[in-house]
C-alpha cells in the first residue's frame, strides 16, 4: 500500500459542496484537479449523495476519498480531504461551516432560506477555505467577516417560525433570570 | 399577506429556486447594469450572486469574450461602497480570473483595497490580487505583501501567508524573500496566523534538513496554541523521522508521544496517526497510541471512532497483538449505526480475534450485509479470505457465508473478490474442494459475467475430474451449453472433454455431449467440440495428456511472432512448434497472490505476463545483434541478473545468461560509477576448463559515467558429452581507460589498457531447463512413459526439514512444481514433490521426488522421466 505518512503541507481540503435534496449542487468548490471537468464532479455528487443521503453517518470513505457530511432538512453538507487526511480536521472544517451557515441563516438551515441568502453563504465558504488551505475555523469570527447584519432584513421577511422561536428564546431567557433571582 | 403572495410567485417560478434554471445570455445582459451610476448595491448584489451561482454550477460554460466584458463591467462595482457587494465583487473576480482576458487590469484598484484603512476589505482583496497575479507584477506588490504577513489584523496576515504559499508554486524564488516576515508571524497570538505562517515557513525551508530541524525542536518546546499548527508539527517531525531513519530514538518522536497528553482532540489522533505509521516500531512502543485510541473508539462523535478504528485497523495488520487490548471496545462497535465504522470494527476483529470467536462474528456481519458498499464487501471478503487461510479448519462456516454472498446482489468487483477468494481458498485446502467447487458451480449457473464464468468452467475442468465423483458436475457445465454465450460455451465444452480425457466411466457420455455440440452456431465451439470428439475417440492416454489436459505450454507472444515469421518465409518444412519459446509462467494460472494484505483494494498484478515480455524482449535484443542471427529461437533467459561485483566498487557488472539449443549467450550489464574516466571497448573474458568453448566477444564500445553498457560474451556447448552441461568460468572485465573531465565528460585522446577481476560465472542444470506447468501430472507422467526413467535414492543430510529440501530441489533443478505439491502440509513426515519442465532442444522432462523425514536429515527417492535418455541422466546427476 501507499504510504501513510501525509507530507506536511496546508493543504488539506479537497472540496466542499452544499448538494440539496434530491442531490444537487447548490454550490460546491474543488479545491484541486481530481475531478478536472464539471461533469465528473457532478457525476462524484450524485453517487456520494446516494451513499449518504439515507444514512446520518457522518463520515464514509467513497471512491478513495475520505468525506465528511452533515444534513439538516433539505440540505446536506460534505467536506472532501485526502484518504490519509486527519479526519478530525475535516469533521472540523465541516463543523465551523456548518454553523456559520446555520447562524447566517438564523438556526433556519433550509433550502430556501439558504438561496435567499445565497451571496452571504457564498462568502462564509470563501472565508473558511482559500485554495484548499483552512483559513478559518471560528464560526463567529467568519459570520463577523461575512457582517451579514442582523437587523438588516425587515420583518416581514423573517419567517414566522423564526418570529415565534425569538420570542420563545426572550420567555425562556426570562423564565432563567426569574429562576436564578429565586435561587439567589 | 405579505408571505402569502411571496410564495405564489415562487411557486409559479418553479421549486423555490430563483437560481433555477439560470440562462447565460440574460445573466449576461444583466450585468450591464453594473454600468449604471449610481450603483444599485441590492440590485447588482443580486446579479453578481446570480453570476456567481451560474459559475459555481459550471453547466453554461462561458467564453472568454463575454467573460471579459462582464468582468469589465464589473470592475464598475469599486466605486460602490456596500461592504457585501464588495466582497462578491472580490469573489467574482476570482472565479473569472481563469476565464477572462486582461484581469489585471484591476491590480491597482486591489492594492488600493489592500493597503486601505477598511480592515474588512483587506484580506479578501489580498486574496484576490494574488489569483491575478504573476511573477513580474509580483515584485511590485512584494513590499506590500511583506507588511500585510506582519500586520496586526489576523485576517490581512493569514490572507497574506495563504496567498504567499499559493504563490511559490510558480515564484518560489520571490516568496522565499519573505522568511524573515513569516519567522515573525509565528509568534503571532492568533492560531490561524500561526498555523498559516508555520506552513509557510517549511514550505519555504522543506529543502533544507537542518533548518525543518531547527524549526520543529524550537516549535515543540515554545508551545503553539493552534491544534493545526501543532498537527502540522506532527507530520512534518514524523517525516523528519523517516527521512533520517533515526526511529524511536530522537528527540522527534519524544514530541510526537509527548502529543499524546495535548488537550485537543485533533492533535492526539495525529500524533497517535503518526505514531502507528512510522516504520519499525514495536507493539510495545505503540501501547500509549493504542490506549488513546481505545478511548476514542467510546467517543459520541462518529467521526472520532471512525478514524480511532480505521487507525486501529492499520496497527491490527502489523501487530495484531497490540490490538487485543481493545477487542471489547471493538465488538461493542460492531452494531454501530455508521456501516462503514462497524464494517472497520469486524475486519480489525477478524484479524485479532481467536478461532473461537469467528462463528459468532461471521454471523454479525451477515446481519449487516446488504447495507454496506461494495468496497467494504470486497474488505470483508478478503479478511474472510486471509482468516480461513489462518484458521483452515473453519473453513465449512466461510464457505457458507461467501456462497451467501455470492447469492446477493453485487458488483463484477464484489463477486469477482468473492470468487478469488474461493478459488484461493480450495486450492490451499483441499477439505474445502468439493464445498468450493459445489457453490461455485451454483453460482455459474445464474452468472452475468462471462469472465467469471469462464473462469469457474476452467477450474471446474482442471478439479471436477479429480474428486470422487466428478460425474455431478457434468451437468452444470452442459447446462451452460444449452444457456449461455459463445465464450462461455467454448469454456464449457473444454471442460467438458477433460472430464471425457481423465475419467474413464464418463468417456462415452462425455462424447455423446460433446458430438450434439459440434452443431453449435458458433464456430469457436464447433471447433473445439469436433477437435476433441476426435481427440478422445483415439482413446490414448498420452493423446488426451497432451491435446486436453495440459495443452499448449508455449508463449502467446513468441507463437504470433514465430507464426508471422514462417509466413514470411514460406518453406516446405513444416511449421516446428519446438522453435516457439515456452511461456515462462504458467498461462493458466492466475491466482492472486495470498498473504496480500486485506484492505489492499487492488486488482491482481499482472505479473504473469511480465514475465512472458520479459523473455521476448531479450529475444528481440538479442536478435537485432548479427553475431546472433543464426543461433536459432532463444530457449531461456536466465531470471535473476547475478551480480559479478561487490555492491559499491569503481564498476558494477550483473550476468543474465540466455540459453539456445546449442550455444549460450552471457549478457553482462555493465556500469561505470568512476566520473573521471570513459572506459572503450569494454569485454568480459571468460575462461573455463569443462568443455565450453569462447567463440566470440562482442564488446561495449565506449562505457561513460553512469550509463550502463551490455557487452555480450558467445559460448558453443559441449557436444560430444550430452550429459556435460554443468561448468563455472572465471571471468576478467578487460577494457581501455581513457581519464576525462568529470564536469563536461570530455574524454582524453590517449587510454590505457586495464582489467579488472570479476565473481565466477556458474552454469548450472537450471539454466538448461524451462519451467513449465503441467496442470494434469498423473497424465502427462503417463504421457512421457517409463522408456527413459531413471530412479536414484539420495541422503540429503543437509536439509533439516522437508519445506528446506523442497525448496532446495526447485532451485536445483529449475523445474516448475505441479499440483500445489511445493507446499507442504503441516505436520508430516514425507512429501511427494511434481516437478515439470521441457530441456534445452524441446525434450520434456518429468520428476517425481518422494520425500521422507529421518532422524539423520531428508531422505530422497527420485524418479525421472524424460522424452531424451540424456536428460534423465543430467537431472538426476544434478542433485548429489
Redesign the interface.
Known sequence: ?D????????YSVKAIMILDNDGN?L???YYDDQFPS?KE??TFEKNLFS?THR?N??????EGLTC?YRSNVDLFFYVVGSVNE???????VLNAFYEAVSQILRRNIE??AL?EN???I??AM?EIC??G??????TSSIVS????KSDDIPI?EQ??SQQIKSKLEVIQTAKDQIKWSLLK | M??LRRDKKEEEEGG????NNLDKTTVLQEARLFNETPINPRKC?MI??KL??MI????QTIGSTEATEAFFAMTKLFQSKD??LR??MY?GIKDMSKIANDVIIVTSSLMKDMTGRDD?FR??AI?ALCSITDTTMLQSIERYMKQAIVDKCH?VA??AL??S??LSKTSMDITKRWVNEAQEAVSSDNI?VQ??AL??L??LR?HDKLAVTKLVSRFSKHSLKSP?AY??LI??A??LI?DEDTGTESQMYDFIESCLRHKS??VI??AA??MI?MKGVTAKELAPAVSVLQLFCSSP????R??AV?TLN?VAMKHPAAVTACNLDLENLITD?????ATLAITTLLKTGSESSVDRLMKQISSFMS?I?D?FKIVVVQAIQSLCLKYPRKHGVMMNFLSSMLREEGGFEYKKAIVDSIITIIEDNSEAKEAGLAHLCEFIEDCEHTVLATRILHLLGREGPRTPTPSKYIRFIYNRVILENAAVRAAAVTAMAKFGAHCDELLDSCVVLLERCELDSDDEVRDRATFYVRVLKERQKALNSAYILNGLQVSVVGLERALHHYTLEPSDKPFDMKTVPLATQPITEQRTTPGK?PG?ISTSKPSDKLASSRQDVYAEQLSAIPEFANLGPLFKSSSIPVELTESETEYVVRCIKHTYSRYMVFQFDCTNTLNDQVLEKVTVAMESSDGFDVMKYIPCASLPYDTPGTAYTLVRLPEDDPTNVTGTFSCTLKFIVKDCDPNTGEADDEGYDDEYVLEDVDVVVGDHVQKVMKPNFGASWDEVGPDNELEDTFALSTMKTLEDAVKNIIQYLGLQPCERSDKVPEGKSSHTLYLAGVFRGGHDALVRSKLAMTDSGVTMQLTVRSTDPNVSDVLVSAIG
Open positions: 500500500m504510504s501513510h505518512i501525509l507530507e506536511p503541507s496546508l449542487r454550490m460546491a468548490k464539471t464532479q457532478k451513499k444514512a453517518a457522518e463520515i464514509i470513505m467513497f465528511v486527519n479526519e478530525l480536521i475535516l469533521a472540523s433550502k430556501r438561496l445565497l451571496d452571504a457564498f462568502l470563501d482559500d485554495g488551505i483552512i483559513l478559518d475555523c471560528d467577516k461575512v457582517a451579514v416581514g419567517t414566522v | 405579505h408571505m423555490g429556486n430563483p437560481f448584489g453578481l450572486t456567481l451561482y459555481n454550477q459550471g453547466d461592504p457585501t466582497r462578491l469573489m474588512q484580506g479578501p486574496r485576517a493569514s490572507a495563504v496567498s504559499l499559493h490561524m498555523y498559516h506552513g509557510l517549511h514550505h522543506k493545526y498537527c502540522l507530520r512534518i514524523s517525516k523517516e482532540e485533533i489522533y495525529e496517526h503518526a505509521n462523535k462518529p467521526t472520532l471512525f478514524a480505521r492499520r449505526s455508521n456501516r462503514s465504522i447495507e458498499s468496497e494484505e489492499d
